[in-house]
């Protein structure tokens, strides 16, 4: 099969590379671009291992193929501490044990951070209702639940300082 050349935007650096136009988005990030924090689980959407951020919107990479994601801007788990400091987001998994083998927590710190910046208002049934769609056998989710709880309420904070 013909490769196809693709370029696209991730964590802010341009990769433009070749991939088989049958070549999933999860792969390509983790194989060409190698970016390997985006897990690959399920392979059909299910469980959210490979959940990024597709220009706005938090979307499992194994359901798109690498040549739809052309000219388009993608955000990994590691473009969130891009700085060398964790995200408050992560600060709180951590402090909440919201995470114990690691293997669904990017997806789930993906899907968290887009929703976050779209909902920064939600409640706790909101944020379950998000967390509906990934799979983590380890934790039972509250400490998920509670991490994003918590960076909810320090963002609140935050801006109302900045506010005052």
Known sequence: MAMQ????TINGTRYQ??????????????????LTGTHVGCEHGVCGACTIVL???AVRSCLIFAVQADGRNIRTVEGLAHTGQ???LQKNFK??????????TSG???AATDFIEKKPEADSQEIKEMLSGHLCRCTGYDGIVKAVEKTIEENKKSVKELNT
């Open 17 to 34: 590379e070749m991939a088989e136009p049958r070549m999933l988005l999860s792969d390509f990030l983790r194989e060409v671009c190698g």
């Open 108 to 110: 789930i710190l993906m």
């Open 95 to 104: 402090e909440n044990h919201g995470l114990q083998c690691g293997f669904c």
């Open 5 to 8: 050349e693709i370029e696209v």
């Open 55 to 57: 220009d706005d919107a």
């Open 86 to 88: 964790l995200t408050t």
